[in-house]
């Protein structure tokens, strides 16, 4: 049977809401019993649209396309209803709020009235800077994504509606699970566009993870990934292009038993050729990666209980 994490006080489970939809932000299960202490999240895979989004946007099919981490959720579901795993999928589409970003992470030139204080330039809005920021403003091979900026009003109810409870969620279940086993771990589930060769003959690696260069988690369960994609004969990379983002950052927390990493599949492995639509690929990925969660499971159970990673190659 699954559970929804309660509010602060047992009040009903926080899901967010999307402005001008009324729909759920995401919703998070955590089974009363799960056999590992794994959170699988999709952050990126939102399509609930509100009709003013859609008008707002410029070319808006190819656009939420180009976007959305696209069926990541059904990846997500799947791998969840495999291995027992706990499950947070959003439902806001990235183009409304990116929420791995940080709110600081804005350009506020698309908003009404600019920004409410003096922004300098820094890391923290680096992402931004190049129209990927909070709110994204431009795409590669797209240009600008909106016909009009937005009002301060829509920028604080995105943030109150879906950033703010999505990551309060997010918190509370990964630290409810490290009560519960003593150890926990976040897998942040996206897709990536196919990665180019690097030289004649090279082939690109199908899966990137990401551990934020050894910050987020243990560095012997991103060597267990590795290995057992291998014994699948799956090319995977570590940390490049993708490392992991604010999502790692703000939730990791490796020395109190909380682990994470994001794990980054190509599309075109279980999507059509427009990545579009889940491909005939798909349920494989989908077995795939629930071998994947639950052997990582294991591994993060045994640290819970106070033991040491076993060598990779063993």
Not at 32 to 49: F, K, M, Q, S
Not at 55 to 68: I, P, T
Not at 112 to 121: D, L, M
Not at 249 to 260: E, L, N, T, Y
Request: with cysteine; proline share 8%.
């Amino acid at each position: 049977m699954d559970e929804q994490m309660a509010g602060p006080g047992g009040d009903a489970p926080p899901r967010g809401a999307i402005p001008g939809h009324g729909g759920p932000a995401f919703t998070l299960h955590v089974p009363r019993d799960t056999p590992i202490p794994v959170l699988v999240a999709a952050p990126h895979a939102g399509r609930d649209y509100p009709p003013a989004v859609i008008e707002a946007m410029r070319n808006a099919d190819y656009s939420a396309l180009r976007l959305e981490d696209r069926y990541v959720d059904l990846l997500a579901h799947e791998i969840a209803e495999a291995t027992g795993a706990a499950l947070l999928v959003a439902h806001a589409p990235r183009a409304m709020l990116d929420l791995n970003r940080a709110c600081e992470d804005m350009d506020w030139s698309m908003v009404e009235g600019g920004a409410p204080r003096e922004v300098r330039n820094s890391l923290v809005n680096r992402r931004s800077r190049s129209g990927l920021g909070l709110i994204p403003r431009r795409l590669a091979g797209v240009g600008e994504l909106w016909k009009r900026s937005i009002t301060r009003g829509e920028l604080e109810a995105r943030i109150d509606g879906i950033h703010k409870p999505y990551h309060a969620a997010l918190g509370q279940a990964l630290e409810t699970l490290r009560d519960r086993w003593g150890a926990a771990l976040l897998i942040d589930l996206h897709s990536m566009p196919p990665l180019r060769p690097r030289f004649p003959g090279d082939r690109p690696a199908e899966f990137v993870i990401g551990d934020r260069f050894g910050a987020a988690c243990n560095p012997g369960l991103a060597a267990q990934g590795f290995a057992f994609l291998a014994r699948h004969e799956r090319r995977a990379a570590h940390n490049r292009p993708y490392a992991g983002g604010y999502i790692l950052d703000r939730h990791a927390a490796p020395a109190r038993g909380i682990h994470a990493m994001q794990v980054e599949i190509c599309r075109a492995t279980y999507l059509d050729a427009q990545f579009a639509e889940p491909s005939a690929r798909m349920p494989a990925m989908a077995k795939l990666l629930g071998g994947l969660v639950r052997e990582l499971g294991d591994v993060v159970a045994a640290l819970g209980r106070g033991g040491t990673l076993p060598l990779a190659a063993e």
